[in-house]
Nanobody, 123 residues
Framework: QVQLVESGGGLVQAGGSLRLSCVAS??????MGWFRQAPGKEREFVAA????????YYADSVKGRFTISGDNAKKMVSLQMNTLKPEDTAVYYC??????????????????WGQGTLVTVSS
């Protein structure tokens, strides 16, 4: 059984930084990524990394501020979040995709999810 376990959420002031980490157990993946969901909003794509070539993908709203990295062999992915804004406040979810997809921006293509970790950015 696959499990994804996130860590690193918390409360930070605007302009600050946080680092989220996720470790997966079980099978190897094609890609791992991060989504977030704010109260009353749909879950949205944040970033992903495709292990073949370690290619990162970012939502426009986080480009230049967030950096995704990871180690496929260790089945772990991290999200370094800098220059945080109040609008980044959300529950952040780690996700894994087992096989090729051209739609990693779409939450529906991901195969496994973590339990989520809350990030709160105060103004």
């Amino acid at each position: 059984q696959v499990q994804l376990v996130e860590s690193g959420g918390g409360l930070v002031q605007a302009g600050g930084s946080l680092r989220l980490s996720c470790v997966a157990s079980g099978r190897s993946s094609y890609a791992m990524g991060w989504f977030r969901q704010a109260p009353g909003k749909e879950r949205e794509f944040v970033a992903a990394i495709k292990w073949s070539g370690n290619i990162p993908y970012y939502a426009d709203s986080v480009k230049g501020r967030f950096t995704i990295s990871g180690d496929n062999a260790k089945k772990m992915v991290s999200l370094q979040m800098n220059t945080l804004k109040p609008e980044d406040t959300a529950v952040y979810y780690c996700a894994a995709r087992w096989s090729y997809s051209s739609a990693l921006y779409n939450s529906r293509v991901w195969d496994a999810w973590g339990q989520g970790t809350l990030v709160t950015v105060s103004s």
